[in-house]
């Protein structure tokens, strides 16, 4: 029989966001996952982990199935404990892509499971712009130009790895964490010269909605609070749209309040500001330094 392994993201606090496979089909990439985002396999310990990968025939006769397909099953432990994640590996028309989705599927219901349990981090739609200073991060929906925005950035001297996901950490007292955070599309695209280092803090100094530039030239522009709110909110809860349908009432609510508390954290530290892009924009990073600058000045620093 294969061995269990177990991935560990630890936070500032101390606290843990345990994904676990029992599952021999998933365990070489899952491996893999560890490689990319630079946390060793460990044997498994004694807390129960967020999230589990297992077999069919290895699922709870007692569960809460809250997704499923014909491929695959997410359930929630009968005493709410943690996610079980079972996938069919028969017939595939492309098994590869699949076990990708499966380990995506366990990044994002082991976080959901984690803040439900009160663990303070949340996964979140966006890209990560890193400076020297820290990471300022852009907030957009889909088609809104996240990828092409990092693209840019990278083009024009930058750095950034994470244009589709990552973690925030708010367990550090008054400061936000980012932790870059891969998604099953890079991997898929063959960008193995990559890593996710979940494991390293980057400080948070700037947020951004994103939004398309109709001047021509990239470009900060002031939003409503309301607006900027509601953007920042649905980056926050946008990866854990596909698997609260089926949880009952009260946990829906409970995960959407620690969201919307998270959100105000956000939205009461920086002013609401959008970085309007366009393909034809010159010097992103220059717009970005004096957008921090700005933020020092409105903080008297």
Same mark, same amino acid.
């Given at each position: 029989?294969?061995?269990?392994?177990?991935?560990?993201?630890?936070?500032?606090?101390?606290?843990?966001?345990?994904?676990?496979?029992?599952?021999?089909?998933?365990?070489?990439?899952?491996?893999?996952?560890?490689?990319?985002?630079?946390?060793?396999?460990?044997?498994?310990?004694? *807390?129960?982990?967020?999230?589990?990968?297992?077999?069919?025939?290895?699922?709870?006769?007692?569960?809460?199935?809250?997704?499923?397909?014909?491929?695959?099953?997410?359930?929630?432990?009968?005493? $709410?404990?943690? &996610?079980?994640? *079972?996938? $069919?590996?028969?017939?595939?028309?492309?098994?590869?892509?699949?076990?990708?989705?499966?380990?995506?599927?366990?990044? &994002?219901?082991?976080?959901?499971?984690?803040?439900?349990?009160?663990?303070?981090?949340?996964?979140?739609?966006?890209?990560?712009?890193?400076?020297?200073?820290?990471?300022?991060?852009?907030?957009?929906?889909?088609?809104?130009?996240?990828?092409?925005?990092?693209?840019?950035?990278?083009?024009?001297?930058?750095?950034?790895?994470?244009?589709?996901?990552?973690?925030?950490?708010?367990?550090?007292?008054?400061?936000?964490?980012?932790?870059?955070?891969?998604?099953?599309?890079?991997?898929?695209?063959?960008?193995?010269?990559?890593?996710?280092?979940?494991?390293?803090?980057?400080?948070?100094?700037?947020?951004? *909605?994103?939004?398309?530039?109709?001047?021509?030239?990239?470009?900060?522009?002031?939003?409503?609070?309301?607006?900027?709110?509601?953007?920042?909110?649905?980056?926050?809860?946008? $990866?854990?749209?596909?698997?609260?349908?089926?949880?009952?009432?009260?946990?829906?609510?409970?995960? *959407?309040?620690?969201?919307?508390?998270?959100?105000?954290? &956000?939205?009461?530290?920086?002013?609401?500001?959008?970085?309007?892009?366009?393909?034809?924009?010159?010097?992103?990073?220059?717009?970005?330094?004096?957008?921090?600058?700005?933020?020092?000045?409105?903080?008297?620093?």
């Amino acid at each position: 029989m294969t061995a269990p392994i177990q991935l560990t993201i630890s936070l500032h606090d101390g606290e843990k966001i345990i994904l676990l496979t029992t599952c021999p089909e998933t365990r070489t990439k899952f491996s893999c996952m560890g490689e990319l985002m630079c946390l060793p396999p460990e044997s498994p310990e004694n *807390a129960t982990p967020d999230v589990e990968l297992t077999l069919p025939e290895n699922m709870p006769a007692r569960r809460h199935t809250i997704w499923r397909s014909s491929q695959t099953e997410i359930a929630i432990s009968e005493e $709410w404990g943690h &996610v079980l994640i *079972a996938g $069919w590996q028969k017939e595939l028309r492309n098994p590869v892509l699949h076990r990708y989705f499966l380990w995506q599927m366990a990044l &994002v219901c082991g976080t959901m499971n984690a803040i439900l349990r009160g663990v303070r981090a949340v996964l979140v739609h966006c890209s990560v712009l890193e400076t020297e200073r820290g990471a300022v991060v852009l907030f957009g929906e889909s088609g809104m130009g996240k990828s092409t925005a990092s693209a840019r950035w990278r083009a024009q001297g930058g750095k950034c790895v994470s244009d589709d996901m990552a973690l925030l950490d708010f367990s550090g007292g008054d400061r936000i964490y980012v932790r870059r955070m891969p998604t099953w599309s890079a991997c898929r695209e063959g960008k193995n010269e990559w890593n996710y280092p979940a494991g390293e803090e980057l400080p948070l100094i700037g947020v951004l *909605a994103l939004g398309r530039s109709e001047t021509g030239q990239d470009e900060i522009v002031e939003l409503s609070p309301a607006q900027y709110f509601a953007q920042c909110y649905r980056s926050m809860f946008y $990866w854990n749209l596909s698997y609260t349908e089926k949880l009952p009432d009260e946990r829906k609510s409970m995960l *959407a309040e620690r969201i919307r508390h998270f959100t105000e954290i &956000v939205t009461a530290h920086y002013p609401p500001r959008a970085l309007l892009t366009s393909l034809e924009g010159k010097d992103l990073p220059a717009l970005i330094e004096t957008y921090l600058n700005t933020l020092k000045t409105l903080r008297g620093a």
